[in-house]
């Protein structure tokens, strides 16, 4: 990867991954058998629980063919894995100079975002004085109807953080000044 091109995002908009991209011959599982797969999404991983928020969506979504990668998944990895090197220099930053605790939550939702089972995407991130505190990306565990009912879903899963955000604070015997939702809808 050290002499790969620079990538600007980290997947690519319209990017769509299923199992039907999944090696269907025992060619093609040998070949992708000698990929690091499992080792290069486990390498994202770390990055984005530690530091990265910005490949979450598109961990989530490379990290459900870790059975059974095909070559089209490899190719979404490869392309998080120049994007992190294209970025290896940025970083968060915590505190804005404000004495208050201001807390932000940003939400959102994609519709029926998997292929295979039609399920949607969800999404938040809650921001600390500037700097990114709590993140998550992951598939939803129902099947929503509508993308108002996806949305419902993501904005119920960040206002179980938000709650738990605010606690966990307090218990640090801080009060937050302001905590503000910001959503995210197109």
């Not at 090696?23 to 991983?45: C, D, F, H, L, T």
């Not at 998944?73 to 294209?86: E, F, G, Q, T």
């Amino acid at each position: 990867m050290e002499n790969s091109k620079k990538g600007l995002v980290p997947i690519q908009k319209g990017t769509i991954l299923s199992t039907s991209q999944c090696p269907s011959s025992k060619v093609e599982q040998e070949r992708m058998n000698g990929v690091p797969y499992a080792s290069a999404i486990g390498s994202i991983m770390y990055s984005m629980i530690c530091t990265r928020p910005d490949v979450s969506y598109a961990l989530s979504m490379t990290s459900r063919y870790q059975q059974n990668p095909g070559n089209s998944h490899w190719m979404a990895v490869k392309s998080i894995l120049k994007y992190l090197r294209n970025t290896k220099d940025m970083f968060l930053i915590y505190g804005s100079g404000e004495e208050e605790l201001v807390v932000k939550g940003y939400t959102d939702a994609s519709f029926q975002t998997d292929r295979d089972d039609s399920r949607s995407q969800s999404g938040y991130v809650f921001i600390m004085n500037g700097g990114a505190v709590s993140w998550k990306s992951s598939k939803q565990d129902v099947v929503a109807l509508s993308t108002t009912e996806s949305e419902y879903i993501a904005a119920s899963l960040a206002a179980q953080e938000a709650a738990w955000l605010r606690k966990f604070i307090a218990n640090l015997g801080t009060y937050v000044a302001k905590m503000e939702f910001v959503p995210l809808i197109r």
